[in-house]
């Protein structure tokens, strides 16, 4: 089977509801036309593979390692998957979230932002008289100035940002983006390599929307909300749409 024949979404029998699932698939790639479609995107040859052995992870931009063994080879290749499993073809999926003092640590947020960032999350009350919800502020109530700090301070940061929501860093940085439909049978599938992802979802201008939020490329940036009421409403959080990725050529 060619590589340039399986670039696109596919259609698996037996579907995906988990992680668990894809690891299991993993490990028995020599029964499991899924699995090795997914190696052969990776650029693998089946015929040298001797052994293949797949992890869940936690904690990390990568949700399954996958580690390769190849004949004749005393190297153990791994490759790092992040799984987006979705049941809505137009549902958002979180990608990161955060308190707004450890993006400012991360990226090295200046002050002057990390407390309008602050007053958008609710984490300060509302600067303004009349706000529309007076938790919090949004981002089109800033004054003029303050919006264009705001915006001019993502642009210059905006491959930092979008790497690091996506892609993550270190030892387990993920290198692929594994999206599946979250049903029993006859799920679609698309794995597309991170780079692929960064350019797709990153691509973009910078904006304040009509809703008051923030995006990013494809990315929208907007304070957390929901969690009944508790603290961590006021965490800042980054979505995407990971099922634009089936339609991408």
């Given at each position: 089977?060619?590589?340039?024949?399986?670039?696109?979404?596919?259609?698996?029998?037996?579907?995906?509801?988990?992680?668990?699932?894809?690891?299991?698939?993993?490990?028995?790639?020599?029964?499991?036309?899924?699995?090795?479609?997914?190696?052969?995107?990776?650029?693998?040859?089946?015929?040298?593979?001797?052994?293949?052995?797949?992890?869940?992870?936690?904690?990390?931009?990568?949700?399954?390692?996958?580690?390769?063994?190849?004949?004749?080879?005393?190297?153990?290749?791994?490759?790092?998957?992040?799984?987006?499993?979705?049941?809505?073809?137009?549902?958002?999926?979180?990608?990161?979230?955060?308190?707004?003092?450890?993006?400012?640590?991360?990226?090295?947020?200046?002050?002057?932002?990390?407390?309008?960032?602050?007053?958008?999350?609710?984490?300060?009350?509302?600067?303004?008289?009349?706000?529309?919800?007076?938790?919090?502020?949004?981002?089109?109530?800033?004054?003029?100035?303050?919006?264009?700090?705001?915006?001019?301070?993502?642009?210059?940061n905006k491959s930092l940002i979008v790497?690091?929501?996506?892609?993550?860093?270190g030892q387990f940085s993920a290198e692929?983006?594994?999206?599946?439909?979250?049903?029993?049978?006859?799920?679609?599938?698309?794995?597309?390599?991170?780079?692929?992802?960064?350019?797709?979802?990153?691509?973009?201008?910078?904006?304040?929307?009509?809703?008051?939020?923030?995006?990013?490329?494809?990315?929208?940036?907007?304070?957390?909300?929901?969690?009944?009421?508790?603290?961590?409403?006021?965490?800042?959080?980054?979505?995407?749409?990971?099922?634009?990725?089936?339609?991408?050529?």
């Amino acid at each position: 089977m060619r590589k340039e024949q399986i670039l696109g979404s596919q259609t698996a029998k037996n579907g995906f509801l988990n992680e668990d699932d894809i690891v299991e698939k993993f490990n028995h790639w020599q029964n499991d036309e899924d699995a090795q479609k997914w190696l052969i995107i990776m650029e693998y040859q089946l015929a040298t593979i001797e052994y293949v052995k797949a992890v869940k992870l936690s904690g990390y931009k990568t949700d399954v390692q996958v580690q390769v063994t190849i004949k004749l080879k005393e190297a153990i290749d791994a490759q790092n998957l992040q799984v987006k499993l979705v049941s809505n073809p137009k549902g958002f999926n979180q990608i990161d979230k955060r308190w707004v003092d450890k993006y400012a640590e991360m990226w090295n947020i200046p002050l002057e932002i990390a407390t309008i960032f602050k007053k958008y999350t609710g984490e300060v009350e509302p600067t303004i008289s009349n706000p529309k919800d007076k938790r919090r502020m949004f981002a089109n109530e800033f004054s003029v100035n303050e919006q264009e700090n705001i915006l001019k301070w993502l642009n210059e940061n905006k491959s930092l940002i979008v790497s690091d929501i996506l892609k993550g860093r270190g030892q387990f940085s993920a290198e692929w983006m594994l999206v599946a439909q979250k049903v029993k049978a006859n799920s679609r599938w698309v794995l597309k390599p991170m780079n692929v992802c960064l350019n797709h979802f990153g691509n973009g201008n910078i904006e304040i929307t009509k809703q008051g939020n923030f995006k990013i490329g494809r990315i929208t940036m907007q304070r957390k909300g929901g969690d009944n009421g508790r603290d961590t409403a006021k965490m800042l959080q980054f979505k995407i749409n990971p099922a634009e990725l089936f339609d991408l050529k």
